[in-house]
C-alpha cells in the first residue's frame, strides 16, 4: 500500500466523521501538529497557574481564597491530562518540559500579563476561562480522540471558572465606587489579549487551513473570536461596565458585534517572548522545575526499589509454588 493512498483513508476517516486513536496510522504532520497544539496548551495551563497563584495568599475572604485554590488546582490537573495525551503521540513528558523551558514552546499569551488587582482575578476568570471555553468546547470535538476526551473533563471544570470570576466581577461591580472603578480597570486591561487569545486572524493563520481540513479545529480563530464577542458583550452590561472598545456596535445585518483593530504588533512581541511578564513567567516555571529535582529523584528512587521489592516477592512465590 502506497503512502498516498494511505493518507486519503485517513481523510475518509476524518470525513466520515471517525475519531483517530493513538495506535491508528496517521500522517506525521497531523502527529506534529497535534504534539505543538496539545502541549501548547498543557503549558498554558500550568503557566496559567502562575498569576493566579499570586493571588492565593491575598484572597478578600476564606471564600474567595477556597474557590481560587479548587481553580488552580484544577489548571494543575488540566495541564496534566494533557501532557498525557501529548505522551500518547510518541513524545515523552521531558521532552515536552524541556521544550517549555528552553523557550522552543508557546504557551497562551495571555498569561504573560501582570494579575496588578484583585479585580483581575475576576477579569481572568470571566473573560480568560470564557474564552477559552469557547475555543474547548470545540475542541470537545476534535478528531484525535485522546484529546477530545480529556477536553470534555475540562470543560466542565472551566465553566466553574468562568461562574467564579463572573461572581468576582459582579460583587465588585456592585460595590463601592472604588470597587467598580478596580473591575473597570480590569476589564481595561484584559479585554484586548483576551481577543487575541484565539490566534492570528485567519488569514495571517498558518496552520487553521490544514486543521480545519483534519477536524483539529472545527471553527476558525476569527469564527471563534466573534462568538467570544457575541456572548460577552451583554455580561458586560449586565455589570454595568464599558468595554474598552469605542467601535463596538451591534450590527443587525450581520447579526453579529463588530469591533476595533486588535494590536496585532502587540500580539507578536508577547508570543515572541516581549511581553510584560515573559521572563518573569519562564523564569517562575524553570526554578520550580530545578527545586523539585530532589523530589523526582526521590519519587523515581521510591518506585524503583518498590518495583525491586515486588520483584523479589514475585521471585519467591515462585519458588514457593515450585516447592510445593
Ligand atoms: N498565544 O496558525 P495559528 C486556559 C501561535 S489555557 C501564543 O492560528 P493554531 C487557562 C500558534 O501556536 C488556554 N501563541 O495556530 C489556563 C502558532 O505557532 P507556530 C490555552 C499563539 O495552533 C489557566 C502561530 O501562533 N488554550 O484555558 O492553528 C487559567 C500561528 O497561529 C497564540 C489552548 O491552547 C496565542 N494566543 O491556532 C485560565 C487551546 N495564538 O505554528 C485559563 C488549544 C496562536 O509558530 N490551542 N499562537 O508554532 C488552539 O486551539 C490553537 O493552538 C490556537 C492557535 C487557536 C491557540
Redesign the pocket.
Known amino acids: 500500500m502506497t503512502v498516498k493512498s494511505l493518507e486519503q483513508q485517513f481523510q475518509e476517516r476524518i470525513d466520515a466523521g471517525e475519531r483517530i486513536e493513538a495506535k491508528d496510522w496517521m500522517p506525521e504532520k497531523y502527529r506534529k501538529t497535534h504534539i ?2 496539545i502541549s ?2 498543557a503549558h ?2 500550568i503557566v ?2 502562575l498569576p ?1 497563584g499570586n493571588w492565593i495568599t491575598r484572597a478578600p475572604s476564606l471564600r474567595r481564597k477556597v474557590g481560587l485554590l479548587a481553580k488552580v488546582q484544577d ?1 494543575a490537573g ?1 495541564g496534566l491530562y494533557l501532557y498525557s495525551a501529548a505522551e500518547t503521540l510518541g513524545i515523552s513528558r521531558d521532552e515536552l518540559f524541556d521544550q517549555l523551558h528552553t523557550g522552543k514552546a ?5 498569561f504573560n500579563y501582570p494579575t496588578l488587582s484583585w479585580a483581575d482575578i475576576g477579569a ?1 476568570g470571566w473573560l ?2 470564557g474564552a ?1 471555553i469557547i ?2 468546547v470545540m ?1 470537545t470535538r476534535t478528531s484525535y480522540g485522546p484529546y477530545a476526551r480529556a477536553m470534555v473533563r475540562i470543560c466542565k471544570e ?1 465553566s466553574f ?1 468562568q461562574r467564579q470570576g463572573y461572581e468576582i466581577m459582579l460583587g465588585l461591580s456592585q460595590g463601592s465606587p472604588e470597587q467598580k472603578e478596580m473591575a473597570q480597570d480590569a476589564l481595561n486591561r484584559f479585554w484586548w489579549p483576551s481577543l ?5 486572524r485567519d488569514e495571517e ?4 487551513e490544514q ?1 480545519v481540513k483534519w477536524k483539529i ?1 472545527r471553527k476558525t ?1 476569527d469564527e471563534l473570536r466573534q462568538e467570544f464577542v457575541d456572548i460577552t458583550v451583554p455580561q458586560a452590561e449586565i455589570l454595568g461596565l464599558t468595554i474598552p472598545d469605542p467601535d463596538l456596535k451591534w450590527n443587525e445585518e450581520r447579526g453579529h458585534y463588530d469591533f476595533g483593530e486588535i494590536d496585532w504588533d502587540e500580539f507578536w512581541q508577547v ?1 515572541k517572548g516581549n511581553g510584560p511578564c515573559n521572563k518573569e513567567r519562564l523564569g517562575a516555571r524553570v526554578k520550580a522545575w530545578d527545586d523539585g529535582a530532589w523530589v523526582r529523584e526521590a519519587a523515581i528512587a521510591y518506585s524503583d526499589r518498590r518495583s525491586r521489592s515486588q520483584g523479589d516477592e514475585a521471585s519467591r512465590n515462585q519458588d514457593v509454588s515450585a516447592a510445593i
Open positions: 505543538r497544539q501548547q496548551h498554558s495551563e496559567g497557574m493566579e489548571e488540566h508557546k504557551y497562551s499569551s495571555i481572568i480568560v476561562d477559552a475555543n474547548q475542541l472551566e471558572h487575541m487569545m484565539f490566534g492570528p493563520s498558518p496552520n487553521t486543521s479545529k480563530n508570543v
